[in-house]
T-cell receptor, first 111, second 114 residues
Framework: DAKTTQPTSMDCAEGRAANLPCNHSTISGNEYVYWYRQIHSQGPQYIIHGLKNNETNEMASLIITEDRKSSTLILPHATLRDTAVYYCIVSEKAAGNKLTFGGGTRVLVKP | NAGVTQTPKFRILKIGQSMTLQCTQDMNHNYMYWYRQDPGMGLKLIYYSVGAGITDKGEVPNGYNVSRSTTEDFPLRLELAAPSQTSVYFC?????????????FGPGTRLTVL
């Protein structure tokens, strides 16, 4: 699986958009970009994934650059409950394929 | 649906003791995974299974064993506990027909080996 690089931490104001960057310059053509988050002491939670098109769901939006070497997760209106560690993961969709979790970005939403 | 459930929530073991961490999912998912997470680190894959009767090693399988006799259950066995196995253990499952690698995680088991 391709490796990802994320900032170690970032702060965000409550009610504002949070933009989380991720670099994955060695991504291959059949690898997807996944975002998970882990709220303190809980199991990771799936947020969103994409291949090359931008994606949006009820939790977030995912913007993938045209060359697919980087992406940005957007939380449109951050709340205090969005404080968590956010993991950007590149993985194939193939059966049984594992997720490789790196260090992630520690996001602190402040009132 | 209860999703992915894990028992126990917490456990303290002495060096050399054995135990089984239980994981059950009620979503009829084919794929199941065991991860461990050391303090301040990301998750590392221990074992995974793509269906009943099929298991395979992940990144850090040494010191652990698994079995998958049913679709619902995927227990993780520690035979001779060591302090290096002090960690939080997460079980996850995934739908074979899902559009991607979306895994659903349990709440975790916090294990301390003294």
């Amino acid at each position: 699986d391709a490796k990802t690089t994320q900032p170690t931490s970032m702060d965000c104001a409550e009610g504002r958009a949070a933009n989380l960057p991720c670099n994955h310059s060695t991504i291959s053509g059949n690898e997807y970009v996944y975002w998970y988050r882990q709220i303190h002491s809980q199991g990771p939670q799936y947020i969103i994934h994409g291949l090359k098109n931008n994606e949006t769901n009820e939790m977030a939006s995912l913007i993938i650059t045209e060359d697919r070497k980087s992406s940005t997760l957007i939380l449109p209106h951050a709340t205090l409950r969005d404080t968590a560690v956010y993991y950007c993961i590149v993985s194939e969709k193939a059966a049984g394929n594992k997720l490789t979790f790196g260090g992630g970005t520690r996001v602190l939403v402040k009132p | 649906n209860a999703g992915v459930t894990q028992t126990p929530k917490f456990r303290i073991l002495k060096i050399g003791q054995s135990m089984t961490l239980q994981c059950t999912q009620d979503m009829n998912h084919n794929y199941m995974y065991w991860y461990r997470q050391d303090p301040g680190m990301g998750l590392k894959l221990i074992y995974y299974s793509v269906g009943a009767g099929i298991t395979d090693k992940g990144e850090v399988p040494n010191g652990y064993n698994v079995s998958r006799s049913t679709t619902e259950d995927f227990p993780l066995r520690l035979e001779l506990a060591a302090p290096s196995q002090t960690s939080v253990y997460f079980c996850a499952s995934r739908n074979q027909g899902a559009s991607g690698n979306e895994q659903f995680f349990g709440p975790g088991t916090r294990l301390t080996v003294l």
